[in-house]
């Protein structure tokens, strides 16, 4: 039975036998904190993009303010 490796190119680390993944513990936990700061950056994107386009539609009468 051959050893299995790490998927990611640059790490090729060895997995234990029965390992259910194909990258090691390091690869995936770098995978899922770039994922989750990839997606803060499109909503931040996204919220400036929807306030500017409520400004645009209300004419900047949106006041928060009563």
Avoid: W
Avoid at 1 to 17: A, D, H, I, T, Y
Avoid at 27 to 41: E, M, T
Avoid at 44 to 50: C, E, H, R
């Amino acid at each position: 039975m051959e050893s299995k490796k790490c998927s990611n190119k640059n790490c090729q680390r060895s997995l234990p036998v029965g390992y259910k993944h194909k990258q090691c513990e390091n690869c995936r936990n770098k995978r899922v904190k770039h994922v989750g700061d990839v997606g803060k950056g499109v909503l931040g994107v996204g919220i400036l993009i929807g306030s500017t386009a409520l400004t645009i539609v209300t004419k900047g009468k949106f006041n928060l303010k009563k």
